[in-house]
Antibody, heavy 123, light 107 residues
Framework: QVQLQESGPGLVKPSGTLSLTCAVSGGSISSNNWWSWVRQPPGKGLEWIGE???????NYNPSLKSRVTISLDKSKNQFSLKLSSVTAADTAVYYC????????????????WGQGTMVTVSS | DIQMTQSPSSVSASVGDRVTITCRAS??????LAWYQQKPGKAPNLLIY???SLQSGVPSRFSGSGSGTDFTLTISSLQPEDFATYYC?????????FGQGTRLEIK
């Protein structure tokens, strides 16, 4: 079955760039799914960051759009997140997730998640 | 952005109880709604999609209903493993947004 695994630095300096990768195993990143990033600050709720399709099309949360880039590498079957100009407010657990979407049945949900990776912004 | 408001924010219940959690959208989202369960230190787990469809492998004691702006998640008979935080999420329009969560605690 499809599994997702996040990786990247756990500590990023303020004003720096947060970079994470999500490796997809057990399936192809070129399947008919969108691939998303979701984050969760400590003790708080979930925030959708953005998504990418295998064609390279992306959608971003406007609240983060000026700082976010999501890309994919089909040869490595993985997709990535870059968040620039980070502050302490960007400290969170970052999850990658598969977004299963089917307009005919009004289905759009995150059916597979990575385990999450904690990123702390601190000097 | 579409705001999702869950109630209650927390609830205490006992094993065997029937529990209902409500999610209200700030505008009509048709049936573009999902429910997730999250346990401490774990990723969310999809329970319900399209407002009322049960995700494969999820026990049948979980059910979802509603359309438009008002939705409910019902657990018919609480089991010990159900004590967790539950989130609703709308997918009608971007940005995708979640409710603030409902913490289900043991009474």
């Amino acid at each position: 079955q499809v599994q997702l695994q996040e990786s990247g630095p756990g500590l990023v300096k303020p004003s720096g760039t947060l970079s994470l990768t999500c490796a997809v195993s057990g399936g192809s990143i070129s399947s008919n799914n969108w691939w998303s990033w979701v984050r969760q600050p400590p003790g708080k709720g979930l925030e959708w960051i953005g998504e990418i399709y295998h064609s390279g099309s992306t959608n971003y949360n406007p609240s983060l759009k000026s700082r976010v880039t999501i890309s994919l590498d089909k040869s490595k079957n993985q997709f990535s997140l870059k968040l620039s100009s980070v502050t302490a407010a960007d400290t969170a657990v970052y999850y990658c997730a598969r977004d299963f979407r089917d307009s005919s049945s009004k289905t759009d949900a995150f059916d597979i998640w990575g385990q999450g990776t904690m990123v702390t912004v601190s000097s | 952005d579409i705001q999702m408001t869950q109630s209650p924010s927390s609830v205490s219940a006992s094993v065997g109880d029937r529990v209902t959690i409500t999610c209200r959208a700030s505008q009509d989202i048709s049936s573009w709604l999902a429910w997730y369960q999250q346990k401490p230190g774990k990723a969310p787990n999809l329970l319900i999609y399209a407002a009322s469809s049960l995700q494969s492998g999820v026990p049948s004691r979980f059910s979802g209903s509603g359309s438009g702006t008002d939705f409910t998640l019902t657990i018919s008979s609480l089991q010990p493993e159900d004590f967790a935080t539950y989130y609703c999420q709308q997918a009608n329009s971007f940005p995708l947004t979640f409710g603030q969560g409902t913490r289900l605690e043991i009474k």
